[in-house]
């Protein structure tokens, strides 16, 4: 997405060039549809209608359907959404092999937990995990990482991200008191709006900040 141009006039000076916006926001939308906003939806429906085990047969069902249709297509099956339906396979198997709607729920609980204490662990250290994250994306040169101005930015966008995940698990856990669709209407709708705020937000404001760091230009392909 990223990729970096040499400057001849300026050696220590760096052009980034990014590539266009909007297919990569729709590639993430559909992630988003299809591993987290669908399966919640069937799960729900199935749930106050022919009961929760049905609901993770159609979890099931709908994942063979994604993986299937492109394979189908001859289309290439994007490494993310494999891993993304994998992990709902995963969470699907346990549920149904402990007959336990709760334990489908509660391990994304789990997971969000453990994300807020990498984020803030690592912030906490000055070695935000935002830095490698980053780097999958951004073609940039190592001590540009390094800069101090820089990595303050990787570390407030880790706490960001920590503080979002807490924010999650007390949500999720507190709509587990009202029961399992209250549970599944959490996890489908209100942490998705949360994660889509927090990309949001990372993203406005670390945009803003990184454009004021000397030796760097940011320009749309």
């Given at each position: 997405?990223?990729r970096?141009?040499s400057?001849?006039?300026?050696?220590?000076?760096h052009v980034?060039e990014?590539d266009?916006?909007?297919?990569?926001?729709?590639?993430a939308?559909?992630?988003l549809v299809?591993?987290a906003?669908?399966?919640?939806l069937?799960?729900?429906?199935?749930t106050?209608?022919?009961?929760?085990?049905?609901?993770?047969?159609?979890?099931?069902g709908?994942?063979a359907?994604c993986?299937?249709?492109?394979?189908?297509?001859?289309q290439?099956?994007?490494?993310?959404?494999?891993f993304?339906?994998?992990?709902?396979?995963?969470?699907?198997t346990?549920a149904?092999?402990?007959?336990?709607?709760?334990?489908?729920?509660?391990?994304?609980?789990?997971?969000?937990?453990?994300?807020a204490?990498?984020?803030l662990?690592?912030?906490?250290?000055?070695?935000?995990?935002?830095?490698p994250?980053?780097?999958?994306?951004?073609?940039?040169?190592?001590?540009?990482?390094?800069?101090?101005?820089v990595?303050?930015?990787?570390i407030?966008?880790?706490?960001?991200?920590g503080v979002s995940r807490l924010i999650?698990?007390?949500?999720s856990?507190?709509?587990l008191h009202?029961?399992?669709d209250?549970g599944?209407?959490?996890r489908?709708?209100?942490?998705?709006?949360?994660?889509?705020a927090?990309?949001?937000?990372c993203?406005v404001?670390g945009w803003?900040q990184?454009?004021?760091v000397p030796g760097?230009?940011f320009?749309f392909a």
């Open positions: 997405m990223f970096v141009l400057d001849r006039a300026e050696p220590e000076h980034v990014l266009k916006l909007k297919p990569t926001l729709i590639r939308a559909l992630l299809e591993t906003v669908v399966p919640t069937l799960l729900y429906a199935c106050v209608t022919v009961g929760s085990m049905w609901g993770l047969v159609a979890v099931f709908w994942c359907l993986v299937g249709a492109r394979v189908t297509l001859r290439r099956v994007p490494s993310m959404l494999l993304a339906l994998c992990g709902l396979v995963g969470r699907t346990v149904l092999a402990f007959s336990n709607m709760y334990l489908y729920l509660f391990q994304p609980i789990l997971g969000s937990l453990c994300m204490v990498l984020f662990g690592s912030a906490a250290i000055g070695k935000p995990v935002t830095v994250l980053a780097r999958d994306f951004v073609a940039l040169p190592a001590h540009v990482f390094s800069d101090r101005r990595r303050r930015i990787f407030n966008v880790s706490l960001i991200w999650d698990v007390g949500m856990m507190g709509s009202f029961g399992v209250a599944l209407l959490s489908g709708l209100l942490s998705t709006l949360l994660t889509v927090t990309v949001a937000v993203a404001w803003r990184i454009q004021q760097l230009t320009r």
